[in-house]
């Protein structure tokens, strides 16, 4: 019987969606038995899981391509045997971060204590202003190192680097600012005033009111938020210089001079 995990062609009319899923599900195992059980060899998880070495060598070599583990020489405790010893491998911290974590559980558990500890919304309010405070400085020397009419933009790709995955992109009168993902929206879902207080930066920032149209924390697809086209100054007053009547030397007065003149004298006159 042909082992699950050992590379084979895919079976007449299989379709190839389903044997990718077949591939993932035995890389996840791959990992997930390295969580459970520690830095491992290829023998070992190959005697886990029930899968050939070479099946085992190639999902592992996939998973060090993505970041998930990584290898390492194993210790070696009591006398050394000859040869090389197998390489064991772990985990590394991205590789932990794909498996479920209690890092929101714990966010929000913090919050609710400050909040029922040290004056309710406020101090909530004043901790999301807290945080933000530092991420603001570099969003700010961001946004202040462009024209003013690309602002929107430079947030945008600030944002990106902390994880928000953000585009800026036209709207009519104006422009809308979307972050396509949010590491904190669990917590925001049940501490909305995070949302808020990161609406308030945004204004701050761009020097313009901004209203927040949605949130991923509220059930939305894309947080989104609408910054207003800035109102453009007023040109300056210039007095236009009335171009001469066809025909009439400089300095004489032109057709709509003299009607002007001739209105202005005979205001406040009764007609003959």
Not at 180 to 200: I, K, N, R, S, Y
Not at 250 to 261: C, F, L, M, W
Request: include cysteine.
């Amino acid at each position: 019987m042909k082992n699950v995990g050992e590379a084979q062609e895919a079976p007449s009319g299989a379709p190839q969606d389903e044997l990718a899923t077949g591939e993932r599900s035995t890389r996840n195992r791959v990992a997930r038995s390295i969580l459970d059980h520690g830095p491992s060899t290829v023998a070992e998880l190959a005697g886990r899981l029930g899968l050939t070495q070479a099946a085992v060598r190639r999902h592992l070599d996939a998973l060090v391509a993505d970041d998930v583990v990584a290898p390492r020489e194993q210790r070696v405790y009591g006398a050394r045997t000859r040869g090389r010893p197998a390489k064991a491998f772990a985990l590394t911290d991205c590789g932990r971060d794909a498996f479920d974590q209690s890092y929101d559980k714990l966010a929000a558990d913090a919050l609710r204590w400050i909040q029922r500890t040290y004056g309710g919304d406020a101090a909530v309010i004043a901790f999301a202003r807290a945080r933000l405070a530092e991420q603001a400085t570099a969003y700010r020397e961001a946004v202040e190192s462009v024209d003013p009419d690309r602002r929107t933009e430079a947030l945008a790709k600030a944002l990106s680097k902390d994880g928000y995955a953000a585009t800026a992109r036209s709207a009519p009168v104006g422009e809308q600012l979307c972050q396509h993902h949010c590491p904190v929206a669990h917590v925001a879902e049940q501490f909305p005033q995070l949302c808020e207080v990161e609406t308030e930066i945004f204004s701050q920032l761009l020097g313009t009111h901004v209203q927040r149209l949605a949130t991923i924390a509220h059930g939305d697809g894309v947080c989104t938020t609408f910054i207003p086209k800035a109102p453009q100054p007023p040109p300056s007053p210039k007095a236009p210089r009335a171009a001469s009547a066809k025909g009439a030397p400089d300095g004489a007065p032109t057709i709509s001079q003299t009607t002007h003149n001739a209105s202005a004298s005979t205001a406040g006159r009764n007609p003959a």
